[in-house]
């Protein structure tokens, strides 16, 4: 009987570790904002019902140059990933940050765990 029982545990264990992993979302596509260096950043991210599939950076006032290195790798990297903890650009964490902020923002609209993003390694 203890066999059986363990076993069980075992199983029903392992269900849960593999489902804890696995995202659900409503799809859709979602529109967020945070707070960069110079004002919002507006994003908008495009969600199937397990995935983030596309992440487009709207309006902002970021300043040239500096901004466009996150701009164009925290995206990637999120998508990459399918995680929050990517890292910052350096020179442009304010930036960095905002962007991620932002889609945290989508991920909770869509239904989405966003601490469990924000854990999952890369």
Do not use: C, R
């Not at 992993?21 to 409503?26: A, R, T």
């Not at 004002?39 to 969600?47: E, H, I, K, Q, S």
């Not at 596309?54 to 998508?79: F, R, Y």
């Amino acid at each position: 009987m203890k066999k059986i029982f363990l076993t069980v545990l075992v199983v029903l264990l392992a269900v849960s570790l593999f489902a804890a992993d696995k995202m659900s979302y409503k799809a859709g596509t979602y529109k967020a904002a945070a707070k960069g260096m110079n004002g919002d950043v507006n994003v908008l991210v495009t969600f199937s019902k397990s995935a983030i599939k596309k992440i487009e950076i709207g309006k902002h006032s970021e300043t040239p140059g500096i901004s466009d290195a996150p701009i164009k790798q925290i995206p990637v990297q999120i998508l990459k990933t399918q995680s929050l903890a990517v890292d910052t650009v350096s020179g442009a964490t304010l930036t960095s940050k905002a962007i991620l902020e932002a889609v945290a923002s989508a991920v909770q609209q869509a239904g989405g765990d966003v601490n469990a993003l924000k854990a999952k390694k890369k």
